[in-house]
């Protein structure tokens, strides 16, 4: 799709990774420098969540929480209602994993524009281990109303959808990954908070992912049309509010839907989509991503393997609903 | 706000607005009692006479800000809020009922003059020291955030995070006050989970801390002044209440943390509080 300026060739052996942390941390700055109300609060993990060039370049406009989320998120829904656009920041596995109350009733419930910065979220966490793989932050942050979702593809949609977020008045969640991924964008390509985007047309199944696996789902599009099998291609980076016009306009014309997500898919984009096409349009439903189990330590290549989240295994999951099809 | 009342008006206010917290109660058939007849002269004296507010304008940008962090003793601040000329007084009996403003705890986006939605224990005095760091970048130096905090929500440990920051960042814009009533749901605080020696605490934690009887007028104001002028330390006051306060059948008597009066309780409740003929003394006199 021409207006959405991708890059030339997915498959490029060169191509670029960086990780989403970093575009959001660039975003943050940014963000900073247009508007005076933004401000950054941080427990204890400041480098690793990239916040630290914010609290460089303002550091009258950063707090320093320490080990502390339920203080994170609360200190922050003081602070916006200040008239403050706060981003608090943690890894996700503690925010929200540990504070999910507390932003509920002092943020999403009492209705400020604070911004939740779920850092090294899912499996590209890596060696970490469980404790530390966020896997459910999806799902969590979903069932809240008054909840905005973001989950970025790459870096360079991570620092738009931070200078977005900025700028919206609603309570929002951030999902950002630890490791480097590939930047499938460019800087001319388009953000917008709640809109999907078709990457890659096709008739035959339509496989909608989130975050860093709409690379994978790519990387598969480009190894299906070699078997004769065109899938659509949906990034879809804002999980709520969920884009439906673009996925049923896509649906009815393929009738056959994969969601890619590295996180459970209970509740995830899988249990979003799989609500959306069961009350509108129900068709055949594949959901990739973890199912109802924990992480552990490995290489993040490791992990996708095993929980079938790799290039191959979605191309294999189109072949299967193809048979379905019949 | 108007003129100030004096010490003797304050008093007799206090006395009508627990005599509307016992009727909005009755009627509602659900909620605490006794928290919020011990804070009525904590909220008397706030609304009337401490807090800069003006309940025409509650988005005025340079007004004091009133938390009530556990929520469940709303009913003392929507019933004060009332006398204090933010809505009708009318409006008190449609407390817990459906499509009221006036939620059995307290919703920001419900009722103009609430500064926070709480319920959930411990999360107050966090959202106080957002407020008092935002104050200080807009460098808003003459605004102070008040938030009244129970005893027992003391026992969260949201409440000792907040504390060190606020504590780390000496804020002295925030003046706390805990409403040490010595009861919580399932019995005495030193029972359920011993909090003394909660001055002692507080201080290790770096605030300045106030001791005094939380009924006594005179004392709360008093108390409210000494705050404001502390310089270097947020301030804790611990203000030292009767659970059930005025009402001698509530009085001290855990049961009645949680628990509405029937007619008749609120009929000999009501009794107690016109016997008092507009004087609350203090225990500690």
Excluded at chain 2, 154 to 159: F, K, L, R, S
Excluded at chain 2, 169 to 176: E, H, M, S, T, V
Excluded at chain 2, 254 to 278: C, I, T, Y
């Amino acid at each position: 799709m021409s207006n959405l300026h991708l890059i030339e060739d997915v498959l490029a052996k060169d191509i670029e990774k960086i990780p989403t942390r970093k575009g959001f941390g660039k975003g943050l700055l940014e963000a900073g420098k247009r508007d005076e109300n933004v401000v950054a609060l941080c427990a204890d993990l400041t480098d690793s969540t990239q916040i630290s060039l914010f609290r460089d370049a303002f550091p009258d406009r950063f707090v320093e929480i320490g080990v502390a989320e339920q203080n994170l998120a609360t200190v922050g829904s003081g602070l916006a209602a200040m008239g403050k656009i706060p981003f608090v920041s943690s890894y996700a596995a503690f925010s929200p994993g540990r504070n999910w109350e507390q932003i509920k009733t002092t943020v999403a419930l009492n209705d400020v524009p604070v911004k939740i910065v779920g850092a090294h979220a899912g499996l590209y966490t890596g060696a970490d281990g469980a404790t530390h793989q966020m896997l459910e932050d999806i799902a969590l942050m979903r069932v809240m109303p008054n909840m905005v979702v973001v989950v970025p593809g790459d870096a360079l949609e991570a620092e738009k959808a931070t200078l977005a977020l900025a700028e919206d008045k609603r309570p929002a969640y951030i999902r950002l990954a630890r490791e480097a991924t590939p930047v499938l964008t460019t800087e001319k390509s388009p953000f917008k908070i709640g809109k999907a985007y078709v990457y890659a047309e096709g008739a035959d199944v339509t496989v909608i992912s989130t975050g860093t696996m709409t690379y994978q789902a790519m990387v598969a599009a480009e190894m299906l049309f070699k078997d004769g099998i065109d899938i659509e291609v949906i990034h879809c980076p804002t999980i709520k509010p969920l884009d439906a016009v673009t996925i049923l306009k896509s649906v009815h014309k393929t009738k056959a839907v994969i969601t890619v997500e590295e996180a459970q898919i209970n509740g995830g984009l899988g249990g979003a989509v799989a609500e959306l096409l069961g009350e509108e349009y129900p068709v055949p439903l594949k959901r990739l991503g973890v199912r109802d189990a924990y992480g552990e330590s490995g290489k993040p290549e490791e992990l996708l393997h095993k929980h079938g989240l790799t290039a191959k295994h979605i191309a294999m999951a189109a072949h299967h609903m193809m048979d379905k099809k019949g | 706000m108007g003129k100030k009342l004096t010490l003797e008006q304050l008093e007799q206010k206090a006395i009508e607005i627990r005599e509307d917290i016992i009727k909005s109660l009755e009627h509602a058939g659900s909620g605490h009692s006794a928290g919020p007849l011990g804070l009525a002269d904590i909220f008397t004296a706030l609304y009337f006479d401490i807090l800069k507010h003006d309940p025409k304008k509650p988005d005025w940008d340079q007004r004091d800000i009133l938390l009530l962090s556990n929520g469940h003793c709303v009913p003392v601040q929507y019933v004060t809020m009332a006398h204090a000329g933010y809505f009708d007084k009318k409006e008190l009996m449609t407390l817990r009922q459906f499509g009221s403003r006036l939620q059995g705890h307290p919703e920001r986006t419900k009722l103009p003059g609430l500064e926070n939605t709480s319920g959930p224990l411990g999360s107050g005095l966090s959202q106080a020291a957002g407020m008092a760091l935002g104050m200080r970048m807009n460098k808003d130096h003459h605004r102070w955030v008040y938030v009244v905090m129970g005893d027992g929500e003391q026992n969260e440990g949201n409440v000792w995070e907040a504390a060190m920051l606020a504590g780390k960042y000496k804020l002295n814009n925030i003046i706390a006050i805990t409403d040490r009533n010595y009861i919580q749901i399932d019995g005495p605080t030193e029972t359920v989970m011993p909090l003394d020696n909660l001055k002692l605490k507080w201080e290790s934690f770096g605030w300045h801390v106030i001791e005094i009887d939380g009924n006594n007028m005179e004392a709360i104001i008093d108390a409210a002044a000494m705050a404001r002028a502390v310089a270097d330390k947020p301030i804790m006051i611990i203000a030292h209440t009767i659970p059930g306060k005025g009402v001698d059948f509530m009085e001290y008597d855990f049961h009645w943390h949680g628990m509405p009066p029937n007619h008749d309780q609120a009929v000999e409740a009501l009794k107690d509080l016109r016997s008092l003929k507009g004087k609350i003394r203090s225990e500690h006199e």
